[in-house]
């Protein structure tokens, strides 16, 4: 059995973990005693450690043949300082890791002006947070080059859950961009996202690939929060100009509401996720509005996090 290891092992490794633990021997990094304890109760290796501790990334050389990257760079800089040196640190083991799935932001294209984009549009960075992924694909490249290893790219945009809706904008009621003049957003289920690394680490296709890990449908950032409110009977934040949203939001959320762009997952659906369980918001809406537990559920998710 190959031995795969969990760079990150948040909410999206761990809802891949029951097809993951079947498949391979799962190693998992992890800062404290309670995540170490909860994935050993999942069938996971722990290693305690930490991405910013040299020490701790001596220790991962040579220990997989597999590797599932989904921890974030650091917060400030443009370059990716922790991937470069995990990889310098891997590169100095007996054994390379052969198959890398590294799971980036659509964010890497920048603004598009609500165009179309598949996987060959070329990446504009509008922000640090998006430079540093990108730094960290250009770094995996070229790992993966030297090192002769599969590598995965798995470009995904807003992930959303019972848990992971955004639902403090209706508690605080920030503005959304008027339809007409609002940007576009793209979408995927966590679930969903967890089902392509499975699928991308089993996938054996050589040279760097990558996907637009999106479902189907991109929407108007205003349609999203108008179903959510729909499902969740909430009260929709106020619709205005866009140049009035500008001056009354936050420059990091605007960093956000700026950009526009729709995704092609054409290439997604035909090699990684042919029948995904949440094509589109829609779906998945009209299940949770059925659900009133998880609609419970989700609202004092948000509470909690607020």
């Known amino acids: 059995m190959r031995t795969l290891m969990i760079i990150g092992a948040g909410d999206v490794a761990r809802r891949a973990l029951p097809e993951l633990t079947r498949r391979w021997r799962v190693l998992a990094l992890c800062r404290s005693n309670a995540s170490a304890e909860a994935l050993r109760r999942q069938g996971v290796t ?8 040299p020490r701790a990334l001596r220790r991962l ?62 990446p504009r960075p509008h922000n640090d947070r998006a430079w540093r992924r990108l730094d960290a694909e250009t770094c995996l490249r070229g790992f993966a080059a030297s090192h ?26 920030t503005p959304l961009i008027r339809p007409e003049e609002d940007s576009w957003s793209n979408h995927i289920h966590a679930d969903d996202l967890a089902a392509a690394c499975v699928a991308a680490l089993l996938q054996c296709r050589g040279g760097p690939r990558v996907f637009n890990a999106s479902d189907d449908q991109p929407l108007p950032i205003s349609e999203w929060y108008r179903r959510l ?9 106020p ?9 009354r939001v936050s420059a990091g959320l605007w960093s956000y509401m700026m950009e526009s762009r729709r995704l ?7 090699e990684l996720l042919p029948a995904p369980r949440w094509p589109d918001t829609a779906d998945y809406l009209a299940a949770l509005a059925q659900a009133p537990e998880r609609i419970a559920a989700a609202l004092a998710s948000a509470a909690k996090i607020r």
């Open 229 to 237: 409110a729909a499902a969740l009977d909430l009260t929709l934040p």
């Open 61 to 122: 050389a040579g220990l997989a043949d597999d590797l599932l990257l989904t921890a974030p760079p650091q917060e400030i800089g443009r370059k990716d300082l922790r991937m470069r040196k995990l990889l310098s640190a891997l590169a100095k083991g007996c054994r390379i890791p052969q198959r890398l799935v590294y799971i980036s932001t659509s964010g890497v294209y920048g603004n598009a002006d609500g165009a179309l984009l598949d996987e060959g549009a070329r």
């Open 46 to 53: 722990p290693i305690r450690g930490d991405l910013d501790d």
């Open 148 to 173: 002769g290893c599969q590598l995965t790219v798995l470009r995904a945009p807003g992930i959303y859950a019972d848990d992971r809706l955004p639902l403090s904008r209706f508690a605080s009621q």
């Open 239 to 247: 619709l205005l100009p866009r140049e009035e949203v500008r001056a």
């Open 264 to 270: 092609n997952n054409r290439r997604l659906r035909r």
